[in-house]
């Protein structure tokens, strides 16, 4: 007969293997952020606006981890950073950047694209 441990790792496994654990631990992590940052604001303490370049990094960052299938740690991310559920526009942050999109670049994030960038800056 089972034992209530041997249940609970049942579950355990099967919802890792389903990939739905992730999404629950991100999930719980949302809400406690976002549990303590109301205590936070309760308590009289504001968080300034930030810069547009801030936003602009942290608009990169999150396209760079919906790229590579982090959407749970995306998620976390928009709730932390107070950013809106749609993404900014990619021609707006490429035209902020004055960066020029080709072929190539428009099927990779564009941090990725930066890094690629910088590095051929760096051998030239």
């Given at each position: 007969?089972?034992?209530?441990?041997?249940?609970?790792?049942?579950?355990?496994?099967?919802?890792?293997?389903?990939?739905?654990?992730?999404?629950?631990?991100?999930?719980?992590?949302?809400?406690?952020?976002?549990?303590?940052?109301?205590?936070?604001?309760?308590?009289?303490?504001?968080?300034?606006?930030?810069?547009?370049?801030?936003?602009?990094?942290?608009?990169?960052?999150?396209?760079?981890?919906?790229?590579?299938?982090?959407?749970?740690?995306?998620?976390?991310?928009?709730?932390?950073?107070?950013?809106?559920?749609q993404p900014l526009d990619r021609s707006f942050i490429t035209k902020d950047l004055g960066t020029v999109e080709t072929e190539k670049t428009k099927e990779l994030p564009l941090l990725f694209c930066l890094v690629e960038t910088f590095k051929?800056?760096?051998?030239?």
């Amino acid at each position: 007969m089972a034992t209530g441990k041997d249940l609970i790792d049942a579950i355990r496994t099967s919802l890792e293997a389903d990939g739905e654990l992730g999404q629950i631990k991100a999930e719980m992590r949302t809400k406690v952020m976002k549990l303590l940052e109301g205590s936070q604001r309760s308590s009289g303490s504001k968080l300034p606006k930030s810069p547009q370049e801030v936003l602009i990094l942290n608009e990169l960052i999150r396209e760079y981890l919906d790229w590579m299938g982090y959407k749970y740690t995306s998620t976390v991310l928009v709730s932390e950073c107070e950013l809106s559920k749609q993404p900014l526009d990619r021609s707006f942050i490429t035209k902020d950047l004055g960066t020029v999109e080709t072929e190539k670049t428009k099927e990779l994030p564009l941090l990725f694209c930066l890094v690629e960038t910088f590095k051929e800056l760096k051998g030239a």
